[in-house]
């Protein structure tokens, strides 16, 4: 008897045993209408997108230039520049980042403070605001590299020390390091230990068994990172906003020198500094849908392949 | 003990030794260096973002002769006042304002006391058609900034060293008006801004995501769990300036409507957009610390006769709040650093007021919406890059708390240590 009273002190067990049955669905169902809200939020963003910016979402809308000021036409210098962008960035990021994970999983011993360090500053990387990485890019990239290298190359001449997509491509790839180590790490540790030992166990050296088994087993691991990470570079803006991207260009960019067009950057430069916010309306919710398509359908197969791996560890 | 394996006769000591391999010492030592480097990344991030930032420390001559040396070799020598359209140099080809190119440069054309804070708006736009002024009408006006400008004419030297104190005097001011003859960097302002947005993103995304995550850990079937995840972590993969986009076109006009006030874009429409980015970052990492907590708690909880509701909100949640903290703090640094929301669903104002249907300027939008027009190695530039620092350091700091206090508490929690 003595601990009913105790229970009953609790605030769910105030009323009677029926009224406790309304709370306890009463609770359920707040936590329930949270996840509802949170999916119709997403929905009503992907819904409206899809809805405004399907009259004129076309082949030829993706295939052909901007015309008459940015206000008719097409968005394909901004497609092929975010292309570019993330091409480069995926050769720089995805040698790197798979590197570091085998780092991590295969080297690093268990309680080494280098490795801890190593992983605290990825962590690090990836809470870093975007805009830090553009500023980043600006200072570093610019400002030092570029300007050094026209200094020690081009007798002086602007030539590298300005916003290129090169640097941008550098600057995102900094930042989508994280994603690209993180997936590698991940799928690394699914291969089996017995896979590792059977290997060594046969005279292979560590560094043999990692070329020879444990990073065809990471292949899946690679991708997914690097679909991931191309997802995340192209949606990013902040990044490129100082270090690359260009208002319009009249043609695609030729080299790595170039500047570029981007379709993030396009949507809000469309959006807010274009002559005529209103009539360009729906070249706006058409390009981002374009973008969304990109980002999204990237996902998806990330997250396809990532179950698979997952499988493989169960 | 049986030392004595008769195998030891056949391998002489020599060669049981780990043989040295060079391909083997190479292997590890390059893969450990590429990790260094992410190391070194951290470091190089810092140092590059303050070391833009430095000319507002530098009291002393030494730097003096270096911001004359960048000065000059940017061609500018008359550039030590900030109404001036550099636009040109850095993107060659812009489309837009037109007039840029066309303005021919007037000398001490009177336009410029017509609009003084020029930053209101577009300053992309305002700041490009300004023409450059040069001195003659502003005279009368603010003869502190005239002699200022006399002064570094004939002799850089001195005309810094009061730049770089008049700058540091600013900083606390509550205006921003980081582009006229008498510019004032209050970042007071901004850092109000900024919470004022952060707190609004954060009220509404910490108390839907955590329901969600807790819904999705402890009430949910395992069906319903694999469905409902991936779909709010999709929420994580939309671009930013995707959200701010449909922020600033759809819910501005929406909640302008039901709510009817002045200021279409202000502080409440960008703290709902930035709640959006933030929703998914609180919701996994909470997710993941629900279901790190042990089951034997829930099985005794349940045991003792509370019901799922109650395991679930005192039992279940309390064992799980330094995760959920942690949860909360890298929302936080989502949201305190987001660009590209803010630069397009905030208004972009630096009003000082406490309300929320007020246009607001966060630091992160300063910076993105004011780097492309400064001039390298100006105050202004040099400001910006201070305010990236500060960024930086505080995304540190809220990511070292959530790393080291948060899981230390964790594993005594949980392990009893």
């Known amino acids: ?314 | 003990m049986n030392s004595e394996f008769p195998i030891k006769k056949t391998f002489t000591k020599e060669s049981l030794k780990k043989q040295f391999r060079l391909s083997e010492f190479l292997a590890e030592k390059i893969i450990s260096s590429v990790a260094f480097l992410s190391i070194a990344i951290i470091f190089l991030i810092f140092i590059f973002v303050f070391k833009e930032s430095l000319p507002l420390f530098s009291f002393g001559k030494k730097d003096k002769v270096k911001t004359e040396i960048q000065s000059t070799s940017n061609v500018k020598v008359e550039s030590y006042n900030t109404a001036e359209s550099s636009t040109e140099e850095n993107q060659p080809e812009t489309y837009g304002a037109p007039a840029e190119d066309l303005e021919p440069e007037t000398y001490g054309a009177p336009t410029e006391d017509l609009n003084p804070v020029t930053q209101e708006a577009k300053v992309a736009e305002s700041e490009s058609l300004e023409p450059e002024s040069y001195g003659t009408v502003t005279e009368d006006l603010n003869p502190e900034t005239t002699t200022d400008q006399e002064v570094v004419i004939d002799e850089k030297v001195t005309g810094n060293i009061e730049g770089a104190d008049k700058t540091w005097s600013t900083f606390f001011s509550t205006e921003w008006v980081p582009v006229s003859d008498n510019p004032r960097f209050g970042l007071l302002a901004l850092l109000i801004g900024t919470l004022k947005v952060t707190i609004i993103a954060m009220l509404i995304a910490a108390p839907l995501a955590i329901l969600a995550a807790v819904y999705t850990s402890c009430f949910a079937s395992n069906r319903r769990k694999e469905i409902i995840k991936p779909i709010i972590e999709m929420l994580a993969a939309f671009p930013s300036v995707v959200i701010g986009f449909f922020a600033m076109m759809v819910l501005a006009t929406f909640f302008q409507d039901i709510f009817g006030y002045d200021s279409r874009l202000n502080a409440f429409i960008g703290g709902v957009a930035m709640a959006l980015a933030a929703i998914p970052i609180i919701y996994t990492i909470s997710e993941d610390a629900l279901s790190a907590v042990p089951k034997t708690f829930t099985e005794a909880s349940l045991a003792l006769g509370a019901s799922k509701a109650q395991t679930a909100f005192f039992v279940i949640l309390p064992a799980a709040t330094p995760g959920i903290f942690a949860a909360i703090l890298l929302g936080i640094g989502r949201v305190f650093g987001e660009t590209m929301i803010a630069l397009m669903a905030t208004g972009n104002a630096a009003l000082l007021s406490a309300n929320p249907f007020e246009s607001v300027r966060t630091f992160a939008a300063t910076i993105g919406s004011e780097m492309a027009e400064t001039v390298f190695g100006e105050t202004h530039y040099s400001v910006l890059f201070f305010i990236g620092s500060l960024l930086f350091i505080f995304s540190f700091i809220l990511n070292a708390v959530a790393e080291f206090y948060v899981k230390g508490k964790l594993i005594k929690k949980f392990q009893g240590k």
């Not at chain 1, 090169?166 to 790839?173: R, V």
Request: aromatic share 10%.
């Open chain 1, 1 to 314: 008897m003595e601990k009913a009273i105790s229970i009953s002190e609790n605030p769910f067990y105030k009323t009677n045993k029926k009224g406790a049955n309304i709370k306890e669905n009463a609770v359920v169902g707040l936590t329930q209408i949270a996840v509802i809200l949170i999916i119709a939020i997403l929905f009503i963003i992907l819904g409206i997108i899809i809805y405004q910016g399907r009259e004129k979402f076309s082949w030829e809308f993706i295939s052909s230039f901007p015309t008459d000021g940015m206000t008719k036409g097409g968005i394909f210098p901004a497609l092929i520049g975010t292309f570019i962008l993330v091409i480069v960035m995926s050769i720089a990021a995805v040698p790197f980042g798979t590197i570091t994970a085998i780092y991590l999983t295969e080297y690093a011993k268990e309680n080494s403070k280098f490795a801890a360090a190593v992983r605290f500053s990825i962590r690090t990387l990836a809470v870093v605001p975007s805009i830090i990485f553009g500023l980043f890019g600006l200072g570093f990239f610019i400002q030092f590299v570029g300007t050094g290298m026209d200094s020690a190359f081009n007798n002086g001449q602007l030539h590298w020390g300005q916003p290129n997509i090169l640097w941008a491509s550098l600057t995102m790839a900094l930042l989508t390091l994280p994603v690209i180590i993180v997936s590698v790490e991940e799928s690394l540790k699914t291969i089996p230990r017995e896979l590792r030992e059977a290997s060594l166990a046969l005279g292979a050296t560590k560094w043999q068994t990692i070329k020879n088994v444990v990073f065809p087993g990471s292949i899946s691991g690679i991708m997914t990172g690097t679909i991931l990470a191309v997802s995340r570079g192209a949606g990013e803006v902040a990044p490129i906003l100082f270090t690359g991207a260009a208002y319009y260009l009249a043609t695609l960019p030729e080299s790595l020198s170039d500047q570029f067009m981007n379709l993030g950057y396009h949507i809000y430069i469309m959006s807010t500094q274009s002559s005529d916010v209103e009539k360009t309306m729906p070249i706006q919710f058409a390009t981002t849908l374009v973008l969304l398509i990109l980002t999204l359908s990237l996902n998806l197969v990330a997250v396809i392949i990532r179950s698979r791996i997952r499988r493989r560890a169960k």
